[in-house]
């Protein structure tokens, strides 16, 4: 989807309806490049950037190396980055990562790789940039220049304020950004003070450029990027001096710009269910009314008169969302048996139902639903719990040291053998001293953080009602490498979902359908189970079937998008919050709390709350809390 109105957007914008078909597009465009300048006997000179955003667009590049034959034996490259102080063999080093996703898949030549190193002694620094700046200009400059959104606008490692006409430099980065890539370093204390990153200046210098944003998380700044004006205190909008730089975004990241969010300011709408929803809800929150208040006159003045022309009065559109939205809230999430069910979202019949709620994470579930979870518990349905991973790696090595001295010391009393207990333990500590952050753990440590964050997930499901014959640890293999980064799907993962599910065989199925998470884990269990899904197309039970998409603990769905809203009593939302406290390795705080510092209890309370107070403020009914679910409604034969 291109950009057709210049009165918002001050740079040439692309949407994609998700970020694998993007990726293919830019790695496509990376490869006509490559093959333009072969043909020319000229050598094809790339900025590289590292990080989640460009996995696809590397993954792609690779497979047309090898399928199609794509040669790299004229392409130099030089990468925008690096942090500082870190060894080459680091897991977080851009290095390490372009040499493990790129560079050791296809045929570049060693000597026209130019990577920044964060090894230098610190005073090497200033003559390595003016040197890097060099090779820069002995290379011809950039021919293309692949970069990615930051949180707040950084382009490379340039933090806001940064110079328009910085080269290359010593940066110190600021407590926003270690903080957002705490995660990757296992801890906010082990993330480097520094990065040498390429200036604006020399981005800028590059022949063309491909800025790329994924995920809900980016799309307030890419509103700002896009449609504002420029300011060193947001150093990606300088973007929209170069006269040949692409913008390239999903769906998601998108979301905030104009003519996604208020389309109505831009052009013509087609006037759907959802967008004339989404419309009076925009209009609501900016006139601060409630939907039966709106007048004529609103709509006229804030841009909307097309949509009462067709569809008015406005008095009539107003009961039309009303009804709309009161018809999403129910305190029967598994349905109302001998009820009318025609204007409630789930089916009176069956009554009890068979339901499976895919957890990511042990904790997603109750963090997410736990309001709900315990209503489905206590209306007599059968729960099953299905939790996707083990979530070992966010459990702090201090939680194993306790838990292995609590066995040891119970040991004598209970008869167990006291001198595997203490061998375990003394194992554990010797392991601790000598771990680098980002380590993989040994086996008996990633086993002990398994046990320990199942042994959470049964007590919550113990407190919620749920039997531990209905808690199912899928353990899936995409996940089991011990560091932040994570395999790929495979036949394996979507087997052990199939597998589930053919046993459960649910009538309703409540999944993470959230892209945000920052660890991507969310985002790949998903696509695990609409893979599983696709498989089971032609089952009966699968027509009987709905699937409930919830949110994880990053952000909330957008009212206009919901379809069902499950209100939650203030005891039903002290339940949920003593639900999430039985996870207590997550507690004070997290290991990857992202930048948000509040605990998952406080995030998910403050969530359901706020849900509420606007539906409240839209003129329903005022409740304690809210959780949200859209209903996804998957392919069928």
């Known amino acids: 989807m291109e950009n057709l109105d210049k009165r918002y957007e001050k740079v040439p914008v692309s949407i994609f309806t998700d970020a694998d078909v993007a990726s293919d597009l830019v790695a496509k465009q990376v490869a006509t490049l490559i093959r333009e300048k072969q043909v020319a006997k000229q050598k094809c000179v790339l900025g590289l950037v590292g990080g989640s955003s460009v996995v696809g667009v590397y993954e792609r590049l690779v497979e047309l190396h090898k399928k199609e034959g ?218 601060e009314k409630p939907i039966l208040k709106l007048t004529e006159r609103d709509y006229n003045d804030s841009g909307l008169g097309e949509l009462v022309s067709e569809f008015g009065p406005a008095n009539k559109i107003n009961i039309r969302v009303f009804n709309d ?55 007599g349905h059968e729960v099953h719990l299905a939790y996707e991973t083990s979530g070992n790696i966010a459990v702090f090595d201090d939680e194993v040291t306790r838990f292995l001295d609590f066995v040891r010391g119970i040991a004598p009393l209970y008869k167990f053998d006291d001198k595997t207990a203490q061998e375990a333990y003394q194992q554990s500590l010797d392991f601790f001293k000598q771990k680098r952050p980002g380590q993989p753990d040994i086996k008996q440590v ?11 997930a049964r007590s919550a499901c113990r407190y919620l009602g749920i039997p531990e014959n209905r808690v199912h640890f899928l353990n899936l293999p995409f996940y089991e490498t011990g560091t932040v980064k994570k395999a790929p799907i495979t036949k394996a993962d979507v087997d052990i979902i199939v597998k589930l599910l053919q046993e459960v065989k649910p009538q309703q199925i409540f999944a993470a ?29 699968l027509k ?26 203030p005891e039903e939302s002290r339940i949920k919050r003593m639900a ?37 403020q839209l003129g329903m009914a005022e409740y304690q809390a809210m959780e949200l679910f859209v209903r996804h409604h998957f392919e069928k034969k």
């Open 446 to 456: 990633a086993a002990c953080k398994t046990a320990i964050r199942q042994g959470e």
């Open 325 to 379: 939205l009161q018809h999403t809230i129910t305190g029967w999430p598994g349905g109302k048996p001998n009820a009318d069910d025609s204007t409630r979202p789930e089916r009176a019949t069956p009554f009890p139902k068979r339901v499976v709620v895919f957890s990511p994470h042990p904790d997603d579930d109750v963090i997410s639903m736990g309001g709900t979870l315990a209503r489905l518990s206590e209306h």
């Open 70 to 287: 794509l040669s790299f034996k004229n392409v130099v490259v030089f990468n925008e980055s690096e942090y500082y102080p870190l060894a080459k063999d680091e897991l977080q080093s851009h290095y390490l990562y372009l040499y493990e996703y790129l560079f050791h898949e296809v045929d570049i030549l060693p000597e026209n790789i130019h990577l920044i190193p964060g090894n230098l002694k610190k005073e090497e620094i200033s003559a390595f940039c003016e040197k890097y700046e060099k090779l820069l200009k002995e290379a011809g400059g950039i021919d293309l220049q692949l970069i990615s959104a930051d949180g707040r606008g950084q382009l490379a490692a340039n933090e806001p304020g940064s110079m328009f006409t910085s080269r290359t430099h010593l940066v110190t980065l600021d407590y926003s950004t270690r903080m957002g890539a705490a995660s990757n370093f296992f801890g906010e204390e082990n993330v480097p003070n520094h990065c040498i990153t390429i200036g604006l200046g020399t981005i800028m210098d590059a022949k063309r450029i491909i800025f790329m944003a994924w995920g809900e998380g980016k799309a307030k700044v890419i509103r700002k990027i896009v449609e504002e004006g420029m300011t060193e205190m947001l150093p990606a909008s300088i973007l929209q001096k170069h006269p040949n730089a692409s913008f390239i975004f999903d769906e998601a990241s998108a979301a905030e710009l104009t003519r996604i969010k208020t389309p109505w300011l831009v052009g013509t709408v087609k006037w759907t269910d959802r967008a004339i929803r989404k419309a009076v809800f925009w209009l609501c929150e900016k006139l």
């Open 580 to 616: 999430i406290y039985k996870h207590q390795s997550q507690k004070d705080p997290a290991l990857f709390p992202g930048t948000d510092q509040r605990e998952f209890w406080k995030r998910a309370e403050d969530r359901n709350k706020n849900t509420a107070a606007r539906y409240d």
């Open 513 to 541: 359908g959230d892209l945000s998470d920052p660890h991507g884990t969310h985002r790949v269990c998903f696509i695990a189970i609409l893979e599983a899904l696709k498989q089971l197309q032609g089952e009966t039970w």
């Open 544 to 569: 009987d079937c709905y699937m409930w998409l919830y949110r994880g603990a990053w952000q909330e769905w957008d009212i206009a998008e919901v379809d069902m809203a499950v209100p939650l009593s």
